[in-house]
């Protein structure tokens, strides 16, 4: 009975028929397989990559509190700095004027003061 399908259906078992061609495809597919090994990424290497951006995100969290930490002690101090030069305009101002109140003052008083003490 298996030689009559054997002899009604040869298709079924080409696979035995030809295993030359079969053994050319396998090394075919094992050269591929070889390819895809040192081209592509394995699940390894993406598991891998996750934990890697995981620690850069951590490290770009870390620095962000960093830099805005920084910020904001330079905003304070530059704030600080800010005040302190109102200060010393305002300070200046004042002396400005009350040098210049003086200046008018003794210009005033001075001809009549020279003219009390120097006969002439």
């Known amino acids: ?3 009559k399908f054997d002899l009604e259906n040869p298709e079924a078992y080409h696979w035995r028929m030809n295993t030359e061609a079969r053994i050319q495809k396998l090394e075919a597919n094992e050269a591929d397989i070889a390819t895809i090994k040192a081209n592509y990424a394995t699940k390894d290497d993406i598991a ?3 934990v890697m ?3 850069l995100e951590n490290r770009f969290s870390e620095t962000r509190a960093e830099l805005r930490a920084d910020i904001r002690t330079h905003h304070a101090e530059t ?3 800010i ?3 109102r200060a010393q305009i305002a300070e200046a101002k004042a ?3 009350q040098w ?3 200046a008018i003052f003794i210009a005033q008083l001075l001809p009549a003061l020279l003219k009390l003490f120097l006969p002439g």
Request: aromatic fraction near 4%; charge should be negative.
């Open 1 to 3: 009975m298996s030689v």
């Open 48 to 50: 891998e990559l996750k």
């Open 53 to 55: 951006f995981a620690h």
């Open 79 to 81: 704030n600080a700095q």
């Open 83 to 85: 005040a302190e030069t």
């Open 95 to 97: 002396s400005i004027i």
């Open 100 to 102: 210049s109140v003086t």
